[in-house]
């Protein structure tokens, strides 16, 4: 078996008197798709900040490939999570004074690629998410379908080894969400992209390789398919 992409050991996090997360220990397999499921203040998204060192847990230790990212100086935790993490959010977060592919290519200009690459990376990366036809789109003129998958493309440009969804599907007509769902589960199959997700919906979930639950920002049941 693989060593775990992502591990978690003892994680917990409070703000003020609140506990969010309570002694959270789980492992992520590379090439894996994890959908974290739970009801509104469960500690999901924060959960998700962590993993996506986003958010300093108060106890407990978080390795992304072997790398404890809160033992790395600002500038260095900033270029790891660039370079190892990609994100996706339920409202796309698409810069609206650029095209499509100048949002895809940002990441990789942030990682020191030149414009000129980074352009063609994105280009490529968006016609093989099928969008050739709407690379010097803005966001104003693309469907929620096409803005979701933009979103995707961008997390993707730095070939990251963790994927990261916060409600991807959320915004998203039932067609748009099956698109979604199987972009995911192609990229799974054809890069061995690993993704982690957190989603209220049962569709998302039920296609997940693995189902993990919070309650009261404890993790109650992990299911594998």
């Not at 099956?178 to 209220?200: A, M, P």
């Amino acid at each position: 078996m693989s060593s775990p992409l992502v591990l978690l050991d003892s994680i917990s996090k409070s703000f003020g008197s609140l506990q969010i997360l309570n002694d959270i220990s789980l492992s992520i397999r590379p090439s894996e798709i994890t959908a974290i499921v739970g009801p509104s203040g469960a500690g999901k998204t924060t959960l998700l900040q962590i993993i996506g060192t986003l958010l300093k847990p108060d106890r407990g230790q978080l390795l992304i490939d072997g790398v404890n990212p809160f033992a790395l100086s600002a500038q260095r935790q900033a270029h790891f999570r660039n370079r190892q993490i990609g994100f996706v959010f339920q409202f796309h977060q698409l810069l609206p004074e650029f095209t499509a592919t100048e949002n895809v290519a940002i990441p990789a200009m942030i990682a020191g690629m030149s414009k000129k690459q980074a352009i063609q990376e994105a280009e490529q990366m968006l016609s093989q998410l099928g969008l050739a036809d709407r690379l010097k789109h803005r966001p104003a003129q693309l469907s929620g379908g096409e803005k979701q998958r933009t979103a995707v493309a961008r997390a993707l440009i730095n070939r990251p080894s963790l994927i990261l969804a916060d409600e991807p599907s959320g915004s998203l007509d039932s067609q748009r969400k099956e698109e979604l769902i199987e972009l995911f589960l192609e990229l799974r199959d054809q890069l061995g992209q690993t993704f982690l997700i957190v989603t209220h919906d049962a569709d998302f979930a039920q296609r997940a390789d693995r189902t993990v639950s919070l309650q009261d920002g404890r993790i109650i049941a992990d299911t594998t398919v």
